[in-house]
């Protein structure tokens, strides 16, 4: 029989960020080849990295792994030293992100928020607003984003 990968040992291979040059035909899997895995995020030094936003569509999701938890791009970056992630969950639509991330980009670095508080005021504001309007309250519309870490 084949040994089993270690824990989180298949996913570190399937997450990661495609960098510029990863559809170069010279690419390959190898140190320059313009993908960035799960496996090489978590050996990098990001010890006083204050916050990590990854806002493409899915990026929050991963492997979950009995007695370990979710293995994937968030653990990546925590175990390499990145305090705080700011994710999401699920395909999130274009025009909601642009302006979330406007209202939380802009109450973290120009309010001195903390990144949690940053985070719950923008979320709490995009359901205020659509319950004002009338709008639906459906999650897709206001919950696509986590924060995980301080």
């Not at 495609?18 to 993908?35: F, P, T």
Request: hydrophobic fraction near 40%; charge should be neutral; glycine fraction near 12%.
């Amino acid at each position: 029989s084949t040994p089993s990968p270690p824990p989180g040992g298949a996913t570190r291979f399937r997450s990661g960020l495609a960098l510029a040059g990863a559809n170069s035909k010279a690419a390959s899997y190898s140190e320059n080849d313009g993908l960035l895995l799960a496996g090489e995020i978590q050996l990098l030094d990001l010890t006083g990295m204050e916050l990590v936003v990854l806002s493409a569509c899915h990026t929050g999701l991963g492997e979950i792994e009995a007695g370990e938890g979710v293995f994937g791009l968030p653990r990546a970056f925590r175990i390499a030293g990145a305090r705080s992630l700011v994710v999401s969950l699920f395909a999130v639509d274009d025009a909601m992100t642009q302006g979330w991330m406007k209202k939380f980009y802009f109450r973290h670095f120009r309010e001195n928020k903390s990144v949690l508080q940053a985070y719950n005021e923008t979320m709490d504001e995009k359901l205020s607003k659509l319950r004002l309007e009338g709008k639906t309250t459906h999650p897709f519309y206001w919950a696509g984003f986590v924060a995980v870490g301080h």
